[in-house]
T-cell receptor
């Protein structure tokens, strides 16, 4: 399997609901990052969590990291139609400036 | 915040021609940049690491003679797809690290006819 696998692969929710996306990885990491990609666009950095952190918040985003289970979750609260996008987790194994390994991505659809 | 630009955003070319894609860090310097390729509804695949002042480091399976990378300055890396073929059609994205975060360009959609 690939490093940084997200589940579910696709998620459809109603506006106002919370969306939870999970990511698992296989090797030791320095940090884990979540990105959003709108169709046909580049990636937007959402949040970075370091291996010694367990939880982090940024606006409507909450990310957790469990290094013992090699997993992370991204929670988007009070979702909006504009949150519709693909979400990727990416791991960095050798330092902040090193290359990232991306998961397969989750397609989130928020129905208005 | 840090901004990375790419040019062009879209390019259509004939099979056998070469195409150059530019990646620029607009408000910071980057000694390292990364080039990714993304197929429709798929994740990003790292192609190579571009190093300012030295040769690029290619990932396994990526042809270095096919995808030429030049990191001419601290703000510019170029990817040249040589003798492009229809199977090279894809979305190419670059990134550059700044203060611990990778910032991505908007991507270049390459279509080879």
């Amino acid at each position: 399997s690939q490093q940084g696998e997200e589940d579910p692969q696709a998620l459809s929710i109603q506006e106002g609901e919370n969306a939870t996306m999970n990511c698992s990885y296989k090797t030791s990491i320095n940090n884990l990052q979540w990105y959003r990609q709108n169709s046909g666009r580049g990636l937007v950095h959402l949040i970075l969590i370091r291996s010694n952190e367990r939880e982090k918040h940024s606006g409507r985003l909450r990310v957790t990291l469990d290094t013992s289970k090699k997993s992370s979750s991204l929670l988007i609260t009070a979702s909006r139609a504009a949150d519709t996008a693909s979400y990727f987790c990416a791991t960095d194994a050798t330092g902040a400036n090193s290359k990232l390994t991306f998961g397969k991505g989750i397609t989130l659809s928020v129905r208005p | 915040g840090a901004v990375v630009s790419q040019h062009p955003s879209r390019v259509i070319c004939k099979s056998g021609t070469s195409v150059k894609i530019e990646c620029r860090s607009l408000d910071f310097q980057a000694t390292t940049m990364f080039w990714y390729r993304q197929f429709p509804k798929k994740s990003l695949m790292l192609m190579a690491t571009s190093n300012e002042g030295s040769k690029a480091t290619y990932e396994q399976g990526v042809e270095k003679d096919k995808f030429l990378i030049n990191h001419a300055s601290l703000t510019l890396s170029t990817l040249t797809v040589t003798s492009a073929h229809p199977e090279d059609s894809s979305f190419y994205i670059c990134s550059a690290p700044y203060l611990g975060t990778q910032y991505f360009g908007p991507g270049t959609r390459l279509t080879v006819l």
